[in-house]
């Protein structure tokens, strides 16, 4: 017996063409499946805190590109991680220690963060100023004053005074309590900024905001992204620079640009100050060093030392000598009197930021491991002694025909003395036709398969072929797209946006969940966000004394509640007990959690892990349709599609037309639910009618699995079905391919999709 399912005709589906509605806030969840004390992406900052007491440590904050802070405690010969700073949505560009005890970092979020240093990651205050990405901070030298320059790729340049943005705010008009006095909220996001844009003509501007009062001074001028920024030990004279290939020089106290210094030919990407202010240090795209007397306004020296972009320099104490970095992977010291200069080392990444420590000095790239190496920061002379060193030149491609030519010099030291090990970014993805498994790739060559609604790896193949092990995983099953998935953060960010998220369903049988019957269908996405949400919900039902809402009752939220009832198409989700029950396929991980980043009716973006969540006063933190979902059991408005098509004999079958008209099934259908149909129709003497008025097939149970039956609606007659005892022997082909007995039927078939029995 052979029949073909002939090519998809179209799709019934709601024809509604209402307004688009706005676009509700997403809700991304960061997956973790090693040691949370390492980072997962390139390092971008570094900041030293030394201690005068020979018996205290000192501490090095590190700034990833996984969005994260971390500080470490220094030992001779080891380092140890003490604290994890998690609240940027995107990644850390740089930071600077305020003191003792303040900690500033800032990111391509927006946003600037101020934190309590020494302690386990609190975070006291979140700036909202910028326009655009946060690329680099400037600060006073320890202990002078607390003030703190900030530049982005919009082309602001802030100057703030910590001490100011700290201090406690009356309470504005629309938030009340702890909101209002600390600028914090429930979950310990801050209260946003409203930021007034100015005449870009104006040298200074004041920018004012509502929750907080304080207002930065803006120093105007810059009319392209501003890279990297420096500020004397008095914290009164700041140096920019960026795309415009111009190093500025600005008055803090007023905001007011003072000069221009021109020279270079391409991007400015680091700076230094010496103490005074006097001399400047500037690291350029064009592979130059530069060193410019701001009283004389002019470049006193050049040093050709790289063979590509200069984008990280650290100073002596004395200013005598210069440490630089940048895409040529190598680290070199230059005595800026004498221009002799010498290759410390070379790497395997582009160097991203330097960081001396006495007589060693600390190399950031774009690895997620920082390294410690030799450097004699006390006494530089002594690595010009081993006789590797060479004259810097004056023009930029003297040092590359030098390389060219076979010159290159040999590195002094071939070893760090010290690793801080991270974990290896993911560098390539791809979601499986099954839309729960990715399949990754990390930087050191190792694959894996993630099953993404429980947050683990499941599979680890080690260092094979992508690209083999993924035609090797492919499945014959179409399922929507109910997710997306990048790795900005070097880890598997996973987006959920409504009502896209809630698109896709499985049978329970299919998830292998014991206790539920087969037929029954899983929405994928709600059950994710319980067991994403279930530490919160636990932490939440304890606070509260009380038991989960019931199936349908509303959020006792007012905001949630309005918002709830705007959408009268919400549908209750009724094919679920709303029980605090996490299934297995749903479960994550304690040990690894993952980090939820989302926005809520107030503040900005915030991100946490999600055993973290405190699970009172923070229900505005979250989207309101993800707490519909996992307090209420309710879903938002969904396409009802379903899947059209005409069942016809296979190609050189004589099985006559079992129908003339055009079929259709709802968007998830097991295929042997098509086999019933197609047995009736031809082994019957009175086919069972289990088709609905267009001939669609009902989605309810299989003649076998109920004793009753209403015809067109779902349910059976009563009594056993004669083709029952046949036991005919059918086989499911999908593109002419074998397919599982339990396969899927979906809305988005390609036309030339068959199913042949």
């Known amino acids: 017996m052979s029949v073909s399912a002939m090519h998809r005709v179209g799709s019934a589906g709601n024809g509604n063409s209402s307004t688009r509605p706005r676009k509700e806030k997403r809700l991304t969840y960061v997956l973790n499946d090693s040691d949370d004390t390492k980072h997962c992406a390139g390092i971008n900052c570094l900041a030293l805190l030394t201690s005068v007491a020979s018996d205290v440590s000192d501490y090095l904050f590190t700034g990833s590109r996984d969005g994260r802070l971390k500080r470490w405690v220094l030992d001779v010969d080891r380092a140890t991680c003490s604290a994890t700073f998690e609240s940027h949505v995107d990644w850390v560009n740089d930071t600077v220690l305020v003191g003792d005890s303040t900690l500033v970092s800032c990111s391509s979020d927006t946003t600037i963060k101020l934190w309590n240093a020494s ?117 009164t004279i700041l140096v920019s620079g960026g795309t415009e290939k111009v190093v500025r020089v600005w008055d803090t106290r007023t905001g007011s640009k003072t ?32 060193l410019w007397d701001i009283g004389q306004q002019r470049c006193v020296h050049s040093y050709a030392v790289h063979t590509d972009s200069v984008w990280a320099l650290a100073s002596t104490p004395t200013f005598s000598h210069v440490y630089s970095g940048g895409r040529d992977f190598s680290l070199y010291l ?71 030519e076979g010159s290159t010099p040999v590195p002094v030291y071939k ?73 900005r953060l070097g880890s598997l960010s996973v987006h959920l946006d409504t009502p896209q998220c809630f698109s896709a369903e499985m049978y329970s049988a299919d998830l292998n969940i014991v206790g539920k019957p087969e037929d029954d269908k899983v929405n994928l996405a709600r059950e994710t966000l319980k067991g994403l949400l279930a530490p919160w919900l636990r932490k939440r039902k304890q606070r509260s004394g009380s038991s989960a809402p019931a199936n349908g009752e ?41 980090s939820i980043i ?54 050189g079958s004589s099985v006559q037309i079992l129908t003339q008209g055009k079929l259709s099934a709802p968007r998830i259908l097991r295929i042997h639910k098509v086999v019933n149909y197609v047995i009736e129709k031809m082994v019957l003497d009175k086919p069972l009618d289990s088709l609905n008025a267009e001939s669609s097939f009902s989605p309810g149970l299989t003649a076998s699995q109920s004793q009753h039956q209403v015809v067109g609606d779902g349910s059976f007659r009563s009594g056993f079905q004669p083709w029952q005892k046949l036991k005919p022997s059918i086989e499911i082909l999908c593109n002419n391919q074998a397919s599982d007995m339990f396969c899927y039927m979906q809305s988005h078939y390609s036309a030339d999709s068959r199913l042949r029995i």
């Open 554 to 594: 509303l959020l006792s939220g007012k905001d949630t509640a309005s918002r709830s009832s705007t959408h009268s198409r919400v549908e209750v989700d009724g094919s679920s007990d709303n029980d605090a029950m996490v299934y297995p396929p749903f479960e994550f991980s304690v040990t690894y959690p993952p």
């Open 334 to 404: 230059t005595d800026l009197q004498t221009r002799e200069s010498s290759l410390v080392c070379t790497g395997e990444h582009p160097i991203l930021q330097l960081a001396l420590h006495d007589d060693s000095i600390w190399v950031a790239s774009t690895d997620s491991s920082v390294r410690r190496w030799h450097a004699e920061g006390c006494n530089p002379e002594k690595i010009f002694q081993s006789g590797n060193s060479f004259l810097a030149g004056n023009l930029s491609f003297s040092r590359a025909r030098v390389s060219l």
């Open 119 to 235: 302690s386990f990651g609190t975070c006291t205050r979140t700036l909202r100023q910028h326009s655009d990405y946060v690329t680099c901070l400037a600060a006073a030298g320890k202990n002078v004053i607390n003030v703190v320059a900030s530049g982005g790729l919009g082309g602001e340049v802030f100057i703030w005074d910590i001490e100011s943005a700290l201090a406690p705010t009356s309470k504005s008009s629309d938030a009340t309590g702890d909101e209002s006095s600390n600028g914090i909220n429930g979950s310990g996001n801050l209260l946003p900024l409203t930021s007034l844009r100015t005449n870009s003509n104006d040298n200074m501007s004041v920018h004012t905001t509502q929750s907080q009062g304080y207002s930065p001074i803006s120093a105007k001028g810059h009319k392209d992204s501003v890279y990297a920024l420096a500020m004397n030990e008095s914290g």
């Open 415 to 487: 070893e760090p003395t010290l690793t801080i090990l991270g974990t290896p970014a993911i560098v390539q993805h791809e979601v499986l036709n099954n839309k729960r498994h990715v399949l990754t790739k990390d930087a050191s060559g190792s694959v894996k398969l993630w099953e993404i609604t429980k947050g683990a790896v499941i599979e680890d193949y080690g260092k094979v072929s992508f690209e083999e092990k993924k035609e090797e995983l492919f499945e014959m099953v179409s399922i929507p797209a109910w997710f997306t998935v990048d790795t």
């Open 598 to 651: 989302t926005e809520g009716t107030h503040g900005g973006p915030w991100r946490k892990k999600t055993t973290d969540l405190e699970g009172t006063k923070d229900d505005k933190d979250f989207p309101w349709w993800c707490l519909d979902c996992v307090l209420n059991n309710r879903l938002p408005p969904r396409e009802n599609t379903k899947c059209s098509f005409y069942l016809q004999p296979c190609e």
């Open 259 to 290: 000069l221009k210094l021109r020279g270079h030919t391409d991007n400015i990407r680091a700076l230094l100050l010496d103490s005074s202010g006097r001399y400047c240090l500037s690291g350029s795209s064009d592979s130059m060093i530069r």
